[in-house]
């Protein structure tokens, strides 16, 4: 089967690469032409595990191309996948669909035949009905249908996530003649390779799978929440997160995942989807409290965590105080800094006159143009420690685990570790000098 996946962004270059290793021809379509360069080239601008791999297989096996123009990504494509950016607009929240309405027109004015288009990107309620209407007042000619088909890629795990999915859901237009038989049958003939897992393919209503993505990422960005405020009255009432997180979890309804309490939630989604929600909700005259309140408590979360480094470091301003922060990116195993608690955190203490001395293993060159020009970026995760009043531990990369406390005693000049991943929890660092703060525990003092 011949596709097209309009936009070389994150969604676009796993989801493309993964149908290539389906068995799909896919022609990828990314109008920035140094990106389409560096793919022409085999080169990734992003960083996933495992889909440099996958990436330069299928590419090789000419299962996977590129081009710059939607006319000629069309050729022969029976499907076409819209997996282009809708970032949300500054201030107002809603989801940019500029560039989601722009593909369609383009797919429009360029089909020379029948056409199934698919939204993947993450678009708002009613989005894939204005993509059909569009389509359809340009090319009355052609049978062009519409279906949703969201992703659920982490970042970090997107490959495994795409070939070991919980769910594929799929939203079809049964306005249509043949009441979306036609687009399910090629969904259903694309995801093929997925049958050995059982039946993962749900379908249902276009405007309901739209909305399940919102649903679900909204409700996993609340329980995120929740798992932090927990945290915080752990930390003042003497119990410990992890028990009561590990106790939550065994009930069924609740379940252990995404009770991992941390600096706040970012990333190119929760931030995102969270704000689309709670404008569409407000804007549909039903707003979402809960959407709205977790929205609130993360991003005051990450306001209150220079607060709190602030009055570890104490009021003595005689001198410059020196905080090193091991961790840059959102979470580990990306390099994407998009909404990062550090992006509000190291400004706030840049303000508060603190020397900041940072080390991230794959962040630092997005961080960069992101971050106060007086920042220290370290060559490594020691460098940044060196001469250090304090330290946060904002990420949590693995090879920060292999850090021993008699290498924190040698390179850092004060004893004060604020661990915001539980990352050190075991390492017994009172008995080393430290007075060491885990996020959800009571302080531990030497
Ligand atoms: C998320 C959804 O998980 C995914 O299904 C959707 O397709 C895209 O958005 P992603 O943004 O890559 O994926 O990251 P995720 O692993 O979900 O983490 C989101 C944020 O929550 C990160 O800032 C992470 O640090 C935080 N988090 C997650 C916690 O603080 N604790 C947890 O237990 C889990």
Known sequence: ?????????????????????????????????????????????????????????????????????????????????IAVGTPARRGSGYADLNYVYAAAREIAEAATHDLLIVTKSTVPVGTGRKVHDIVKSLRPD???????????????????????????????????????????????????????????????????????????????????????????????????????????GLDPRIGPDFLTPGPGFGGSCFPKDTQALAVTARKAGTPSQLVETTIA?????????????????????????????????????????????????????HEAGVSLRVYDPYGMSQAKALLPREVYFAPDALGALKGADLLVILTEWEEFLHIQPSELQASMKGRIIVDYRGLWKNKELPSYGFTYHCIGKKTKLP
């Open 297 to 349: 408590s993360n991003e005051d979360r990450k306001r209150r965590l220079a607060e709190k480094i602030l009055t570890f470091l104490g009021d003595d301003l005689t001198h410059t105080r020196t905080v090193a922060i091991l961790g840059l990116t959102f979470k580990a195993n990306t390099d994407d800094m998009r909404q990062s608690p550090s992006l509000t955190l190291l400004p706030l203490l």
């Open 142 to 248: 052609l049978d062009i249908s519409v279906a949703s088909n969201p992703e659920f890629l982490r970042e970090g795990q997107a490959i495994s996530d795409f070939m070991n999915p919980d769910r594929v859901i799929i939203g079809l237009d049964r306005k249509t003649h043949d009441k979306g038989e036609k687009a399910k049958a090629l969904l259903t003939a694309l995801y093929h390779p997925l049958d050995h897992l059982g039946s993962k393919l749900v379908f249902m209503e276009l405007e309901s799978a739209e909305l399940t993505k919102y649903a679900a990422n909204a409700f996993l960005a609340m329980k995120v929440t929740f798992a932090n405020e927990i945290a915080d009255i752990c930390e003042v009432t003497g119990a410990d997160s992890d028990e009561v997180h590990h106790a939550m």
């Open 1 to 81: 089967m011949k596709i097209a996946m309009i936009g070389g962004g994150y969604v676009g270059l796993v989801s493309g690469a993964c149908f290539a290793a389906f068995g799909a021809t896919v022609t990828l379509v990314e109008k920035e032409e140094h990106r389409l360069a560096s793919f022409q080239r085999g080169d990734i601008p992003l960083y996933e595990p495992g889909l440099d791999a996958l990436f330069t297989e299928q590419k090789a096996h000419n299962r996977l191309t590129f081009c710059g123009n939607i006319a000629e990504g069309l050729q022969k494509a029976e499907i076409v996948f």
